[in-house]
Protein backbone atom coordinates (compact mmCIF):
# COMPACT_ATOMS: atom_id res chain seq x y z
CA UNK A 1 0.00 0.00 0.00
CA UNK A 2 2.02 2.99 -0.97
CA UNK A 3 -1.13 6.06 -0.79
CA UNK A 4 -2.29 7.37 1.74
CA UNK A 5 -5.87 5.74 2.84
CA UNK A 6 -8.77 7.29 3.30
CA UNK A 7 -9.84 8.79 6.99
CA UNK A 8 -11.94 6.33 8.99
CA UNK A 9 -14.77 8.37 9.61
CA UNK A 10 -14.49 11.19 6.82
CA UNK A 11 -13.41 8.89 4.22
CA UNK A 12 -13.80 12.29 1.83
CA UNK A 13 -10.56 13.02 3.66
CA UNK A 14 -7.04 11.92 3.21
CA UNK A 15 -5.41 10.28 6.81
CA UNK A 16 -2.71 12.24 7.97
CA UNK A 17 -1.93 10.19 11.78
CA UNK A 18 -2.61 7.37 12.77
CA UNK A 19 -4.04 6.79 16.24
CA UNK A 20 -2.80 4.08 18.08
CA UNK A 21 -5.13 4.64 20.96
CA UNK A 22 -7.53 3.00 18.42
CA UNK A 23 -5.41 0.27 17.16
CA UNK A 24 -3.68 2.42 14.59
CA UNK A 25 -7.14 3.64 13.08
CA UNK A 26 -5.68 6.01 9.85
CA UNK A 27 -7.85 9.54 11.09
CA UNK A 28 -7.59 13.19 9.57
CA UNK A 29 -6.92 16.50 11.46
CA UNK A 30 -10.68 16.78 11.81
CA UNK A 31 -11.32 14.02 14.28
CA UNK A 32 -8.18 15.20 16.21
CA UNK A 33 -10.74 17.32 18.13
CA UNK A 34 -13.31 15.17 17.54
CA UNK A 35 -13.87 11.35 18.76
CA UNK A 36 -9.91 11.14 18.92
CA UNK A 37 -9.15 14.49 21.08
CA UNK A 38 -7.47 13.08 23.52
CA UNK A 39 -5.98 9.93 22.11
CA UNK A 40 -2.66 8.72 21.54
CA UNK A 41 -1.45 9.51 17.91
CA UNK A 42 1.31 9.36 15.97
CA UNK A 43 2.26 10.54 12.65
CA UNK A 44 3.06 7.96 9.95
CA UNK A 45 6.10 7.98 9.48
CA UNK A 46 7.37 8.38 13.13
CA UNK A 47 4.94 5.11 13.87
CA UNK A 48 6.54 3.46 10.98
CA UNK A 49 9.76 3.64 12.40
CA UNK A 50 8.80 2.24 16.34
CA UNK A 51 7.14 -0.46 14.23
CA UNK A 52 10.06 -1.42 12.05
CA UNK A 53 12.02 -1.38 15.37
CA UNK A 54 9.63 -3.52 17.02
CA UNK A 55 9.87 -6.34 14.18
CA UNK A 56 13.78 -5.97 14.06
CA UNK A 57 13.90 -7.07 17.91
CA UNK A 58 11.87 -10.24 17.54
CA UNK A 59 13.73 -11.11 14.37
CA UNK A 60 16.98 -11.32 16.23
CA UNK A 61 15.20 -13.30 18.87
CA UNK A 62 14.41 -15.92 16.04
CA UNK A 63 17.64 -15.31 14.40
CA UNK A 64 19.87 -16.05 17.76
CA UNK A 65 16.97 -19.39 18.59
CA UNK A 66 18.11 -20.59 14.86
CA UNK A 67 21.62 -20.34 15.33
CA UNK A 68 20.98 -22.71 18.44
CA UNK A 69 20.73 -25.07 15.83
CA UNK A 70 17.32 -25.98 17.46
CA UNK A 71 16.43 -27.93 14.01
CA UNK A 72 19.11 -30.47 14.95
CA UNK A 73 17.40 -31.90 17.81
CA UNK A 74 15.19 -34.45 16.21
CA UNK A 75 18.12 -35.55 14.63
CA UNK A 76 20.57 -35.17 17.06
CA UNK A 77 18.18 -37.38 19.45
CA UNK A 78 17.51 -39.92 16.49
CA UNK A 79 21.47 -40.50 16.35
CA UNK A 80 22.05 -41.29 20.00
CA UNK A 81 18.96 -43.14 20.19
CA UNK A 82 20.50 -45.53 17.23
CA UNK A 83 24.15 -45.23 19.31
CA UNK A 84 22.48 -46.24 22.39
CA UNK A 85 20.43 -49.17 20.77
CA UNK A 86 23.70 -50.53 19.11
CA UNK A 87 24.94 -49.96 22.93
CA UNK A 88 22.15 -52.07 24.42
CA UNK A 89 22.17 -54.83 21.97
CA UNK A 90 26.17 -55.44 22.08
CA UNK A 91 25.66 -55.39 26.23
CA UNK A 92 22.68 -58.05 25.59
CA UNK A 93 24.57 -60.27 23.42
CA UNK A 94 28.11 -60.24 25.72
CA UNK A 95 26.09 -60.96 28.54
CA UNK A 96 24.87 -63.92 26.63
CA UNK A 97 27.47 -64.59 25.21
CA UNK A 98 29.68 -65.03 28.91
CA UNK A 99 26.90 -67.10 30.32
CA UNK A 100 26.32 -69.47 27.12
CA UNK A 101 30.47 -69.38 26.80
CA UNK A 102 30.67 -70.37 30.65
CA UNK A 103 27.76 -73.20 30.22
CA UNK A 104 29.27 -74.27 27.53
CA UNK A 105 32.89 -75.21 29.43
CA UNK A 106 30.96 -76.80 32.40
CA UNK A 107 29.60 -79.17 29.59
CA UNK A 108 32.98 -79.56 28.11
CA UNK A 109 34.55 -80.48 31.45
CA UNK A 110 31.69 -82.60 32.65
CA UNK A 111 32.40 -84.44 28.74
CA UNK A 112 35.76 -84.60 29.52
CA UNK A 113 35.03 -85.97 32.99
CA UNK A 114 32.63 -88.63 31.74
CA UNK A 115 35.04 -89.56 28.95
CA UNK A 116 37.49 -90.19 32.10
CA UNK A 117 34.69 -92.19 34.08
CA UNK A 118 34.45 -94.55 30.59
CA UNK A 119 37.91 -94.95 30.08
CA UNK A 120 38.28 -95.58 34.25
CA UNK A 121 35.54 -98.17 33.44
CA UNK A 122 37.17 -99.62 30.21
CA UNK A 123 40.78 -99.81 31.67
CA UNK A 124 39.16 -101.48 34.91
CA UNK A 125 37.48 -104.14 33.08
CA UNK A 126 40.60 -105.22 31.49
CA UNK A 127 42.65 -105.05 34.40
CA UNK A 128 39.83 -107.49 36.24
CA UNK A 129 38.99 -109.85 32.71
CA UNK A 130 42.11 -110.31 30.73
CA UNK A 131 43.95 -112.03 33.60
CA UNK A 132 40.48 -114.39 34.06
CA UNK A 133 40.46 -114.65 30.78
CA UNK A 134 44.11 -116.13 30.11
CA UNK A 135 43.77 -117.87 33.38
CA UNK A 136 40.09 -119.20 32.46
CA UNK A 137 41.93 -121.14 29.11
CA UNK A 138 44.45 -122.94 30.66
CA UNK A 139 42.63 -124.41 33.62
CA UNK A 140 40.74 -127.84 33.05
CA UNK A 141 37.35 -127.38 31.55
CA UNK A 142 35.44 -128.63 34.85
CA UNK A 143 36.50 -124.88 36.48
CA UNK A 144 35.31 -122.82 33.43
CA UNK A 145 32.06 -122.57 35.17
CA UNK A 146 33.67 -120.85 38.33
CA UNK A 147 35.03 -118.38 36.45
CA UNK A 148 31.91 -117.57 34.51
CA UNK A 149 30.38 -117.27 37.81
CA UNK A 150 33.76 -114.56 39.03
CA UNK A 151 32.78 -112.66 35.80
CA UNK A 152 29.15 -112.08 36.16
CA UNK A 153 29.91 -110.80 40.05
CA UNK A 154 32.51 -108.61 38.81
CA UNK A 155 30.04 -107.34 36.25
CA UNK A 156 27.73 -106.02 38.86
CA UNK A 157 30.29 -104.90 40.95
CA UNK A 158 31.79 -102.72 37.97
CA UNK A 159 28.06 -101.50 37.25
CA UNK A 160 27.64 -101.00 40.65
CA UNK A 161 30.82 -98.25 40.77
CA UNK A 162 30.01 -96.49 38.04
CA UNK A 163 26.30 -96.52 36.97
CA UNK A 164 25.49 -94.09 39.67
CA UNK A 165 28.47 -92.06 38.66
CA UNK A 166 27.13 -91.96 34.76
CA UNK A 167 23.37 -91.28 35.71
CA UNK A 168 25.25 -88.58 37.79
CA UNK A 169 26.50 -86.75 35.08
CA UNK A 170 24.23 -87.51 32.23
CA UNK A 171 21.57 -85.90 34.42
CA UNK A 172 24.10 -82.60 34.61
CA UNK A 173 24.44 -82.10 31.20
CA UNK A 174 20.86 -82.95 30.29
CA UNK A 175 20.44 -79.77 32.89
CA UNK A 176 22.71 -77.74 31.45
CA UNK A 177 21.81 -78.14 27.42
CA UNK A 178 18.23 -76.84 28.68
CA UNK A 179 19.77 -74.07 29.97
CA UNK A 180 21.99 -73.23 26.82
CA UNK A 181 18.41 -73.62 24.91
CA UNK A 182 16.43 -71.46 27.58
CA UNK A 183 19.12 -69.43 26.88
CA UNK A 184 18.94 -68.45 23.09
CA UNK A 185 15.23 -68.54 23.22
CA UNK A 186 15.27 -65.62 26.01
CA UNK A 187 18.31 -63.82 23.85
CA UNK A 188 15.97 -63.77 20.92
CA UNK A 189 13.03 -62.70 22.56
CA UNK A 190 15.45 -59.71 24.71
CA UNK A 191 16.51 -58.27 21.05
CA UNK A 192 12.91 -58.13 19.11
CA UNK A 193 11.84 -56.23 22.75
CA UNK A 194 14.52 -53.76 22.22
CA UNK A 195 13.76 -53.28 18.18
CA UNK A 196 10.15 -52.94 18.86
CA UNK A 197 11.35 -49.89 21.25
CA UNK A 198 13.18 -48.63 18.65
CA UNK A 199 10.67 -48.43 15.93
CA UNK A 200 8.25 -46.95 19.16
CA UNK A 201 10.85 -44.29 19.88
CA UNK A 202 11.85 -43.69 15.88
CA UNK A 203 8.10 -43.13 14.91
CA UNK A 204 7.85 -40.93 17.85
CA UNK A 205 11.04 -38.85 17.03
CA UNK A 206 9.48 -38.21 12.95
CA UNK A 207 6.32 -37.17 14.38
CA UNK A 208 8.27 -34.23 16.11
CA UNK A 209 10.53 -33.78 13.57
CA UNK A 210 7.74 -33.52 10.99
CA UNK A 211 5.94 -30.51 14.23
CA UNK A 212 9.74 -28.91 13.89
CA UNK A 213 9.45 -28.74 9.68
CA UNK A 214 6.49 -27.22 10.20
CA UNK A 215 7.38 -24.67 12.41
CA UNK A 216 10.29 -23.67 10.49
CA UNK A 217 8.54 -23.67 7.06
CA UNK A 218 6.70 -20.79 9.21
CA UNK A 219 9.60 -19.28 10.36
CA UNK A 220 11.01 -19.00 6.75
CA UNK A 221 7.37 -17.82 5.65
CA UNK A 222 7.95 -14.92 8.12
CA UNK A 223 11.04 -13.92 7.63
CA UNK A 224 10.63 -13.67 3.68
CA UNK A 225 7.46 -10.79 4.26
CA UNK A 226 9.25 -9.17 7.43
CA UNK A 227 12.17 -8.82 4.86
CA UNK A 228 9.99 -7.20 2.28
CA UNK A 229 8.39 -4.99 5.01
CA UNK A 230 11.27 -3.72 6.24
CA UNK A 231 13.32 -3.38 2.96
CA UNK A 232 9.54 -1.23 2.09
CA UNK A 233 9.75 2.29 2.33
CA UNK A 234 5.79 2.58 2.35
CA UNK A 235 4.90 3.60 6.12
CA UNK A 236 1.35 2.86 5.54
CA UNK A 237 1.96 -0.34 4.33
CA UNK A 238 5.00 -1.20 7.32
CA UNK A 239 1.78 0.37 10.18
CA UNK A 240 -0.65 -2.34 8.98
CA UNK A 241 1.60 -5.42 8.75
CA UNK A 242 4.10 -5.47 11.14
CA UNK A 243 1.53 -6.10 14.43
CA UNK A 244 0.34 -8.63 12.66
CA UNK A 245 4.07 -10.43 12.07
CA UNK A 246 5.19 -9.43 15.78
CA UNK A 247 2.39 -11.60 16.67
CA UNK A 248 2.96 -14.24 14.82
CA UNK A 249 6.73 -13.76 15.88
CA UNK A 250 6.02 -13.92 19.24
CA UNK A 251 3.95 -17.09 18.80
CA UNK A 252 6.89 -18.97 17.37
CA UNK A 253 9.47 -18.31 20.09
CA UNK A 254 7.17 -19.43 22.60
CA UNK A 255 6.62 -22.76 20.33
CA UNK A 256 10.78 -22.81 19.54
CA UNK A 257 11.23 -21.77 23.71
CA UNK A 258 8.99 -24.70 24.63
CA UNK A 259 10.89 -27.79 26.25
CA UNK A 260 9.92 -31.10 24.54
CA UNK A 261 10.73 -33.28 27.46
CA UNK A 262 9.87 -36.59 25.68
CA UNK A 263 12.81 -36.46 23.48
CA UNK A 264 14.98 -36.99 26.16
CA UNK A 265 13.62 -40.11 26.87
CA UNK A 266 13.41 -41.35 23.68
CA UNK A 267 17.37 -41.79 23.12
CA UNK A 268 17.05 -44.81 26.01
CA UNK A 269 15.53 -48.28 25.72
CA UNK A 270 14.24 -49.51 28.53
CA UNK A 271 15.76 -53.48 29.42
CA UNK A 272 15.25 -55.58 32.50
CA UNK A 273 17.60 -58.34 32.44
CA UNK A 274 16.45 -59.88 36.06
CA UNK A 275 13.60 -61.35 33.52
CA UNK A 276 15.88 -63.37 32.04
CA UNK A 277 17.89 -66.40 33.01
CA UNK A 278 21.70 -65.36 31.23
CA UNK A 279 20.91 -62.02 33.39
CA UNK A 280 19.50 -63.32 36.33
CA UNK A 281 21.96 -64.61 39.40
CA UNK A 282 19.67 -66.69 40.34
CA UNK A 283 16.18 -67.85 41.22
CA UNK A 284 14.25 -66.42 44.58
CA UNK A 285 13.21 -69.82 46.19
CA UNK A 286 10.25 -70.22 49.09
CA UNK A 287 9.81 -72.49 51.39
CA UNK A 288 6.59 -72.01 53.89
CA UNK A 289 4.84 -75.11 52.81
CA UNK A 290 6.00 -77.50 55.53
CA UNK A 291 6.41 -81.12 53.82
CA UNK A 292 6.91 -83.30 56.69
CA UNK A 293 8.55 -83.60 59.71
CA UNK A 294 10.93 -86.42 60.83
CA UNK A 295 11.33 -86.68 64.89
CA UNK A 296 14.40 -88.53 66.35
CA UNK A 297 13.13 -90.37 69.40
CA UNK A 298 16.14 -91.47 71.00
CA UNK A 299 17.33 -88.58 73.29
CA UNK A 300 20.86 -89.91 73.78
CA UNK A 301 21.54 -89.18 70.41
CA UNK A 302 23.82 -86.37 69.32
CA UNK A 303 23.03 -85.30 65.27
CA UNK A 304 26.32 -83.32 63.72
CA UNK A 305 25.11 -83.45 60.33
CA UNK A 306 23.10 -84.68 57.53
CA UNK A 307 22.98 -85.20 53.71
CA UNK A 308 21.05 -86.64 50.99
CA UNK A 309 21.93 -90.05 49.88
CA UNK A 310 19.41 -89.83 46.62
CA UNK A 311 16.50 -92.23 46.30
CA UNK A 312 14.81 -90.18 48.51
CA UNK A 313 16.69 -90.81 52.00
CA UNK A 314 18.66 -88.99 54.35
CA UNK A 315 21.48 -90.22 55.74
CA UNK A 316 22.16 -88.35 59.45
CA UNK A 317 25.32 -88.62 61.25
CA UNK A 318 26.24 -88.09 65.17
CA UNK A 319 27.49 -89.95 68.61
CA UNK A 320 26.29 -90.67 71.45
CA UNK A 321 27.41 -89.71 74.63
CA UNK A 322 25.74 -93.02 76.32
CA UNK A 323 28.05 -95.35 74.73
CA UNK A 324 30.49 -93.52 73.31
CA UNK A 325 29.97 -94.41 70.14
CA UNK A 326 29.85 -92.57 66.84
CA UNK A 327 26.81 -93.35 64.53
CA UNK A 328 25.36 -92.86 60.68
CA UNK A 329 21.29 -93.76 60.21
CA UNK A 330 19.23 -93.71 57.10
CA UNK A 331 16.24 -92.87 57.42
CA UNK A 332 13.37 -92.27 54.17
CA UNK A 333 11.10 -89.44 54.01
CA UNK A 334 8.50 -90.93 56.46
CA UNK A 335 11.21 -91.16 59.46
CA UNK A 336 11.51 -94.95 59.32
CA UNK A 337 15.21 -96.14 59.68
CA UNK A 338 16.15 -98.07 56.70
CA UNK A 339 19.41 -99.07 58.09
CA UNK A 340 21.55 -97.95 61.49
CA UNK A 341 25.16 -98.18 61.55
CA UNK A 342 27.79 -98.23 64.65
CA UNK A 343 30.94 -96.36 63.18
CA UNK A 344 33.48 -96.04 66.05
CA UNK A 345 33.97 -95.70 69.91
CA UNK A 346 35.62 -93.23 71.48
CA UNK A 347 37.28 -92.97 74.96
CA UNK A 348 35.21 -91.04 78.04
CA UNK A 349 38.37 -88.73 78.14
CA UNK A 350 37.81 -87.84 74.56
CA UNK A 351 34.66 -87.04 75.58
CA UNK A 352 35.34 -84.67 78.25
CA UNK A 353 38.40 -82.68 76.35
CA UNK A 354 36.23 -82.35 73.49
CA UNK A 355 32.28 -80.90 74.77
CA UNK A 356 31.47 -80.96 71.04
CA UNK A 357 32.27 -83.99 68.88
CA UNK A 358 31.97 -83.19 65.03
CA UNK A 359 30.65 -85.99 62.93
CA UNK A 360 30.32 -84.47 59.50
CA UNK A 361 29.22 -86.40 56.67
CA UNK A 362 28.90 -86.01 53.05
CA UNK A 363 27.77 -88.33 49.96
CA UNK A 364 29.00 -89.05 46.97
CA UNK A 365 27.86 -91.71 43.94
CA UNK A 366 27.48 -94.93 44.19
CA UNK A 367 25.08 -94.70 47.04
CA UNK A 368 27.86 -94.17 49.53
CA UNK A 369 27.85 -91.71 52.85
CA UNK A 370 31.75 -90.58 53.87
CA UNK A 371 31.65 -89.70 57.32
CA UNK A 372 34.37 -89.10 60.15
CA UNK A 373 34.04 -91.80 63.19
CA UNK A 374 37.00 -90.41 65.39
CA UNK A 375 40.27 -88.93 65.51
CA UNK A 376 42.25 -89.26 62.59
CA UNK A 377 39.10 -91.55 60.88
CA UNK A 378 37.18 -91.62 58.49
CA UNK A 379 34.77 -93.98 56.99
CA UNK A 380 32.86 -94.95 54.22
CA UNK A 381 28.96 -96.46 53.81
CA UNK A 382 27.56 -98.11 51.27
CA UNK A 383 23.97 -97.37 52.42
CA UNK A 384 22.66 -99.68 49.41
CA UNK A 385 24.24 -102.69 51.09
CA UNK A 386 24.88 -101.28 54.32
CA UNK A 387 29.04 -102.46 53.91
CA UNK A 388 31.48 -100.25 56.00
CA UNK A 389 34.82 -99.80 55.61
CA UNK A 390 37.31 -96.96 57.33
CA UNK A 391 40.34 -95.79 56.89
CA UNK A 392 43.18 -94.15 59.24
CA UNK A 393 43.99 -91.08 57.23
CA UNK A 394 47.31 -89.90 59.69
CA UNK A 395 47.30 -86.70 58.05
CA UNK A 396 44.26 -85.25 59.42
CA UNK A 397 44.88 -86.78 62.73
CA UNK A 398 43.39 -83.25 64.53
CA UNK A 399 39.87 -82.61 65.19
CA UNK A 400 37.87 -82.81 62.09
CA UNK A 401 35.06 -80.28 61.78
CA UNK A 402 33.26 -80.70 58.39
CA UNK A 403 33.23 -82.66 55.40
CA UNK A 404 31.96 -81.86 51.97
CA UNK A 405 31.84 -83.97 48.39
CA UNK A 406 32.10 -83.12 44.96
CA UNK A 407 30.26 -85.61 43.25
CA UNK A 408 31.54 -84.70 39.83
CA UNK A 409 35.00 -85.09 40.71
CA UNK A 410 34.70 -87.74 43.19
CA UNK A 411 36.43 -85.26 45.79
CA UNK A 412 36.34 -85.86 49.23
CA UNK A 413 37.15 -82.18 50.95
CA UNK A 414 37.89 -82.56 55.31
CA UNK A 415 38.08 -79.12 57.53
CA UNK A 416 39.54 -79.11 60.56
CA UNK A 417 38.96 -77.44 64.03
CA UNK A 418 41.45 -74.18 64.28
CA UNK A 419 43.36 -74.28 60.86
CA UNK A 420 43.24 -73.36 57.72
CA UNK A 421 44.16 -76.50 55.82
CA UNK A 422 41.39 -78.33 53.66
CA UNK A 423 42.77 -81.88 53.14
CA UNK A 424 41.95 -83.73 49.46
CA UNK A 425 41.06 -87.04 49.30
CA UNK A 426 39.26 -88.94 46.51
CA UNK A 427 36.64 -91.73 46.65
CA UNK A 428 38.88 -94.49 48.15
CA UNK A 429 40.25 -92.76 50.86
CA UNK A 430 43.45 -92.09 49.36
CA UNK A 431 44.76 -88.22 50.78
CA UNK A 432 45.79 -86.16 47.51
CA UNK A 433 46.72 -82.70 48.17
CA UNK A 434 46.00 -79.94 51.16
CA UNK A 435 43.74 -77.22 50.50
CA UNK A 436 44.77 -73.70 52.26
CA UNK A 437 42.34 -71.18 52.86
CA UNK A 438 42.89 -67.24 52.60
CA UNK A 439 44.52 -65.89 55.29
CA UNK A 440 40.96 -64.04 56.49
CA UNK A 441 39.86 -67.33 57.26
CA UNK A 442 40.46 -68.36 60.48
CA UNK A 443 39.04 -71.79 60.36
CA UNK A 444 35.72 -73.64 58.48
CA UNK A 445 32.90 -74.32 60.63
CA UNK A 446 31.14 -75.99 57.69
CA UNK A 447 31.97 -75.71 53.80
CA UNK A 448 30.32 -77.36 50.56
CA UNK A 449 31.24 -77.29 46.83
CA UNK A 450 29.29 -75.40 44.47
CA UNK A 451 30.05 -74.53 40.76
CA UNK A 452 33.47 -75.50 40.74
CA UNK A 453 34.12 -72.89 44.34
CA UNK A 454 34.43 -73.66 48.00
CA UNK A 455 31.79 -72.15 50.14
CA UNK A 456 33.26 -71.55 53.53
CA UNK A 457 31.10 -70.44 56.54
CA UNK A 458 33.95 -68.94 59.19
CA UNK A 459 33.18 -69.34 62.35
CA UNK A 460 35.53 -67.33 64.16
CA UNK A 461 35.53 -64.74 61.82
CA UNK A 462 31.77 -64.40 61.23
CA UNK A 463 31.10 -64.14 57.68
CA UNK A 464 31.27 -66.77 54.90
CA UNK A 465 33.89 -66.59 51.47
CA UNK A 466 33.46 -68.13 48.27
CA UNK A 467 37.18 -69.43 47.48
CA UNK A 468 38.91 -71.32 44.41
CA UNK A 469 39.62 -74.81 44.42
CA UNK A 470 41.36 -75.73 41.16
CA UNK A 471 44.20 -77.23 40.17
CA UNK A 472 43.12 -80.27 42.45
CA UNK A 473 44.14 -82.89 40.45
CA UNK A 474 42.77 -87.18 41.02
CA UNK A 475 45.64 -89.02 41.93
CA UNK A 476 47.29 -90.75 44.86
CA UNK A 477 50.53 -88.85 46.27
CA UNK A 478 50.69 -91.30 49.09
CA UNK A 479 49.66 -93.61 51.85
CA UNK A 480 49.69 -92.49 55.90
CA UNK A 481 50.83 -94.65 57.89
CA UNK A 482 50.66 -94.18 61.96
CA UNK A 483 54.62 -93.29 62.90
CA UNK A 484 55.46 -95.40 66.04
CA UNK A 485 56.09 -92.30 68.46
CA UNK A 486 54.65 -93.73 71.75
CA UNK A 487 51.15 -95.15 72.33
CA UNK A 488 49.59 -91.30 72.84
CA UNK A 489 51.10 -89.80 69.83
CA UNK A 490 49.03 -89.04 66.59
CA UNK A 491 51.73 -86.46 64.92
CA UNK A 492 51.71 -87.69 61.44
CA UNK A 493 55.21 -87.62 60.39
CA UNK A 494 54.61 -87.56 56.36
CA UNK A 495 52.63 -84.60 55.75
CA UNK A 496 54.89 -82.66 53.84
CA UNK A 497 54.54 -85.27 51.12
CA UNK A 498 51.28 -84.14 50.33
CA UNK A 499 50.80 -80.92 47.84
CA UNK A 500 49.71 -77.84 49.24
CA UNK A 501 47.34 -76.12 46.84
CA UNK A 502 47.20 -72.29 47.62
CA UNK A 503 43.31 -71.43 47.02
CA UNK A 504 42.28 -67.82 46.37
CA UNK A 505 39.51 -65.37 47.55
CA UNK A 506 36.72 -65.31 44.87
CA UNK A 507 34.51 -63.06 47.26
CA UNK A 508 33.03 -62.81 50.75
CA UNK A 509 29.22 -62.92 51.34
CA UNK A 510 26.76 -60.08 52.52
CA UNK A 511 26.20 -60.24 56.48
CA UNK A 512 22.67 -59.63 56.77
CA UNK A 513 22.00 -57.20 59.63
CA UNK A 514 20.20 -58.89 62.37
CA UNK A 515 19.56 -56.14 64.75
CA UNK A 516 23.07 -55.61 65.76
CA UNK A 517 23.47 -58.74 67.63
CA UNK A 518 26.74 -60.64 66.47
CA UNK A 519 25.70 -63.58 64.35
CA UNK A 520 28.05 -66.40 63.04
CA UNK A 521 27.46 -68.80 59.97
CA UNK A 522 26.94 -72.56 61.26
CA UNK A 523 25.88 -74.61 58.14
CA UNK A 524 25.61 -73.85 54.52
CA UNK A 525 24.44 -76.13 51.41
CA UNK A 526 23.28 -75.42 47.56
CA UNK A 527 20.49 -76.90 45.12
CA UNK A 528 20.29 -77.13 41.24
CA UNK A 529 19.31 -73.42 41.08
CA UNK A 530 22.74 -72.32 42.09
CA UNK A 531 20.74 -70.46 45.43
CA UNK A 532 23.06 -70.82 48.84
CA UNK A 533 21.21 -71.47 52.12
CA UNK A 534 23.56 -70.30 55.36
CA UNK A 535 22.13 -70.93 58.61
CA UNK A 536 23.48 -68.10 60.95
CA UNK A 537 23.73 -68.23 64.87
CA UNK A 538 23.79 -65.54 67.64
CA UNK A 539 25.03 -65.85 71.23
CA UNK A 540 23.89 -63.98 73.73
CA UNK A 541 26.07 -61.74 75.72
CA UNK A 542 25.14 -62.18 78.59
CA UNK A 543 25.85 -65.83 79.90
CA UNK A 544 23.79 -65.67 83.15
CA UNK A 545 21.03 -65.43 81.30
CA UNK A 546 20.25 -69.27 79.82
CA UNK A 547 16.87 -69.00 80.08
CA UNK A 548 16.74 -66.71 76.78
CA UNK A 549 17.05 -68.86 73.34
CA UNK A 550 19.70 -67.80 71.00
CA UNK A 551 18.56 -67.01 67.82
CA UNK A 552 18.65 -69.01 64.15
CA UNK A 553 18.15 -66.88 60.51
CA UNK A 554 17.93 -69.07 57.83
CA UNK A 555 19.67 -66.78 54.69
CA UNK A 556 19.36 -67.74 50.59
CA UNK A 557 22.04 -65.72 48.75
CA UNK A 558 22.68 -66.42 44.79
CA UNK A 559 25.27 -68.09 43.54
CA UNK A 560 28.10 -66.30 44.69
CA UNK A 561 26.84 -64.72 47.98
CA UNK A 562 27.08 -61.12 46.64
CA UNK A 563 22.85 -60.65 46.81
CA UNK A 564 20.53 -61.49 49.47
CA UNK A 565 17.10 -63.25 47.90
CA UNK A 566 15.36 -63.90 51.39
CA UNK A 567 16.00 -63.96 54.85
CA UNK A 568 13.88 -66.18 57.55
CA UNK A 569 13.62 -66.14 61.41
CA UNK A 570 13.93 -69.80 62.88
CA UNK A 571 12.76 -70.81 66.06
CA UNK A 572 14.91 -70.88 69.17
CA UNK A 573 16.79 -73.71 70.16
CA UNK A 574 17.07 -74.79 73.71
CA UNK A 575 18.88 -72.95 76.08
CA UNK A 576 22.45 -73.43 76.58
CA UNK A 577 24.43 -74.79 79.21
CA UNK A 578 26.34 -73.09 81.26
CA UNK A 579 29.08 -75.34 80.67
CA UNK A 580 29.32 -74.93 76.59
CA UNK A 581 27.25 -71.72 76.64
CA UNK A 582 29.74 -70.60 73.86
CA UNK A 583 28.78 -73.05 72.01
CA UNK A 584 26.38 -72.94 69.44
CA UNK A 585 23.02 -75.96 69.87
CA UNK A 586 23.65 -77.98 67.26
CA UNK A 587 21.08 -77.14 63.95
CA UNK A 588 22.00 -78.17 60.26
CA UNK A 589 20.43 -77.53 57.13
CA UNK A 590 20.57 -78.94 53.72
CA UNK A 591 19.54 -79.95 50.58
CA UNK A 592 17.90 -83.58 50.33
CA UNK A 593 16.30 -84.80 47.22
CA UNK A 594 13.32 -87.09 46.91
CA UNK A 595 12.80 -90.57 44.63
CA UNK A 596 10.65 -88.58 42.09
CA UNK A 597 13.82 -85.45 41.65
CA UNK A 598 12.20 -83.47 43.48
CA UNK A 599 13.79 -81.17 45.66
CA UNK A 600 13.28 -79.99 49.52
CA UNK A 601 15.14 -77.85 52.22
CA UNK A 602 15.73 -80.18 55.52
CA UNK A 603 16.41 -78.19 58.45
CA UNK A 604 17.54 -80.34 61.95
CA UNK A 605 16.65 -78.64 65.68
CA UNK A 606 16.08 -80.22 68.89
CA UNK A 607 15.88 -84.24 67.58
CA UNK A 608 13.46 -83.33 64.52
CA UNK A 609 13.90 -82.99 60.72
CA UNK A 610 11.62 -80.69 59.39
CA UNK A 611 11.31 -81.21 55.28
CA UNK A 612 9.98 -77.86 53.81
CA UNK A 613 9.25 -77.75 49.76
CA UNK A 614 11.46 -75.17 47.35
CA UNK A 615 9.05 -73.12 44.92
CA UNK A 616 10.24 -70.58 42.75
CA UNK A 617 8.27 -67.47 43.51
CA UNK A 618 6.67 -65.98 41.05
Known amino acids: MRDAPRCHTHP ?21 YGEHKGHNLYEVKTLADLKRGELNAKLKILEQIEMNNKFRTPTKVKEKLFSNVNIEKRKAIKMHDEKYQEIVTKIQDI ?14 EKKI ?10 EIQSIKKKYEEIFKVKKVEINETFQERESFLDKELSRLRKKLERFDREKEELLESIQKQLKDNVKTIDRISAHFDNIK ?23 QCIPDMCGAAVNLTTVLQRDFQQLTTLTDVTVNYEEYSFGKTSLTLVFEQLRSQITINDPYRYVCSMTSTGGGNIAISGYSPENYSTFIIVVDMNGTILRETKLDNFGFREYLSLPELPRPCGFLPQYKVVGVCGTGKIGLLDVSNGSYTWKEVWSIARQMQCIATDPINNYILVGGNNSRDVYVLDDRLNSLCILTLPEMIKWPRDITVSNGHLLVCDYEGNKCYVTTMDRLESKLVGEFRKPYLGRSSFEPNSVDRLDRLESKLVGEFITP ?18 SVFTLWWCKYRNYGNYENSPQFYLVQYNHDGSQVLSTRKLDGGEACAPAYVHKPPCRVVTVVETSEGEELLAIYDKQTVSLYDLKIED
Do not use: H
Not at 111 to 124: L, M, W
Not at 514 to 530: L, Q
Open 513 to 530: NFGGNSFRPISVCTDKNE
Open 129 to 138: FDPLQTKMEY
Open 111 to 124: EEKRQQVKQERQNT
Open 12 to 32: EKISELYCVTCSNLPICMTCV
Open 217 to 239: KRLESLNVMASSILASDNDWSAV
